[in-house]
């Protein structure tokens, strides 16, 4: 080998390796140590849920009415609930729930307000206005009560649940995914590809949507709590699951009516919530923080 070609050899290796969005950040989501407290939280409660069937001692419908609502002990680390039911295995259980209405709703609302920003931001002109308009229209709407006529009209449906809450909070989400593309529209990426011939849709799914994922993934980790929490609400009301089903905002409710006499059915379902909840927010702080451009490399 000669001397050039070895300098050059030398010279490539010596360079530093160039790194992905997604690789930068996640070192930078590494080293926020509230986003990974949250991180590690929230892996661990959806691996509990996952597997509740197996390392729950009990059954989620399974009653001792001679127990009553007793306090926490041996036998039942937090207790029971008014019909001897283990309430740490309502809470596990209710914790799938209220879960997967948080991920499903969240992902209806990405389904739907990924594509409809997209093709808005994209196509542009008279079609984004009138699409946007009518974002504006829906916005101005009342949706809690859009929720509940639902919820009234065609019964209480787990499925339902789903959809109503997706069709709410894909909104700001549009929006968002809007101003991306407009931004990215006139890349020299998006340019190359429509000299290429290829079609509309193809661009905007295949092309334009892949580099809006950050900001999507941040808002993401956001409208999950958001979820979590209009779910928690509307059973607090009745309107959401039903018994036997229990959800964290169903217990709550439930702890609510005697929490004067047996607290505990209150504070453990509250704490279950409230630490999930504030797990998802620093992550989604965290990931925000990573995803930023502004921010300065180290």
């Not at 974002?135 to 109503?164: C, E, H, K, S």
């Amino acid at each position: 080998m000669s001397e050039t070609t070895q300098t050059l050899t030398e010279s490539a290796e010596a360079m530093p390796r160039g790194v992905s969005l997604w690789q930068d950040a996640w070192v930078r989501l590494r080293k926020n140590k509230l986003a990974m407290i949250g991180l590690g939280i929230l892996g661990f409660v959806i691996v509990i849920c996952v597997l509740a069937p197996w390392i729950m001692p009990y059954g989620y419908e399974e009653q001792d009415l001679r127990l009553g609502a007793s306090a926490p002990s041996a036998a039942h680390w937090l207790g029971t609930d008014t019909f001897g039911r283990d309430l740490l295995t309502r809470i596990v259980y209710g914790g799938r729930v209220s879960l997967m209405v948080g991920f499903i709703a969240t992902a209806v609302a990405l389904l739907v307000g990924v594509s409809y920003g997209a093709i808005a931001g994209y196509v542009g002109g008279r079609v984004d206005a009138i699409m946007m308009r009518l974002v504006d229209i829906f916005y101005a709407l009342p949706f809690m009560i859009f929720i509940i006529l639902l919820m009234v009209v065609f019964g209480r449906n787990l499925f339902l649940l789903f959809l109503a809450i997706g069709a709410v909070e894909w909104l700001t989400m549009a929006r968002i995914v809007r101003g991306q593309v407009q931004s990215l529209r006139q890349q020299e990426f998006v340019e190359a590809a429509i000299s290429l011939g290829l079609p509309p849709t193809a661009i905007i799914f295949r092309h334009v949507i892949p580099n809006v994922l950050g900001p999507v993934v941040v808002y993401t980790t956001l409208t999950i709590p958001q979820v979590m929490l209009l779910e928690a609400f509307l059973s607090f009301l009745g309107l959401g699951i039903q018994p036997p089903m229990s959800s964290w905002g169903l217990l709550i409710s439930y702890g609510v009516e005697s929490m004067e006499e047996y607290p505990w059915l209150l504070i453990f379902p509250g704490l279950a919530l409230s630490l999930t909840l504030f797990s998802l927010n620093f992550l989604g702080d965290g990931l925000r923080d990573a995803f930023d451009p502004k921010a300065s490399k180290d």
